[in-house]
């Protein structure tokens, strides 16, 4: 069956840094564009970044500059380097399918 689980999560000091990784199973990764999530307390869901099958990149403005996306196909694994954190970047991080058709279970990040 499918899966998508998210580890790297943890507490961090502002300026800090955290790389979080997402194992893909029972899908054909290579074939999927994918994303992080976001969501803080009380505050919508926010797409921070985005990857494409053909590795091409997007990202949210607030996190532009901070944060890398990447994937390693023969690993099935989806990467997120968060670099220079900040307290506003405390949530729940989800990876998924950009489709939306598969999400993990999401792992804490808390910038304090």
């Known amino acids: 069956h499918v899966q998508l689980v998210e580890s790297g999560g943890g507490l961090v000091q502002p300026g800090g840094s955290l790389r979080l990784s997402c194992a893909a199973s029972?899908?054909?990764?290579?074939?999927?564009?994918m994303t992080w999530v976001r969501q803080a307390p009380g505050k919508d869901r926010e797409a921070v970044a985005r990857i494409d099958k053909d590795d091409m990149t997007a990202y949210a403005d607030s996190v532009k500059g901070r944060f890398t996306i990447s994937r390693d196909n023969g690993k099935n694994t989806l990467y997120l380097q968060m670099n220079s954190l900040e307290p506003e970047d405390t949530a729940v991080y989800y990876c998924?399918?950009?489709?939306?058709?598969?999400w993990g279970q999401g792992t804490q990040v808390t910038v304090s």
């Open positions: 998924a399918t950009v489709a939306g058709t598969y």
């Open positions: 029972g899908f054909t990764f290579k074939s999927y564009s």
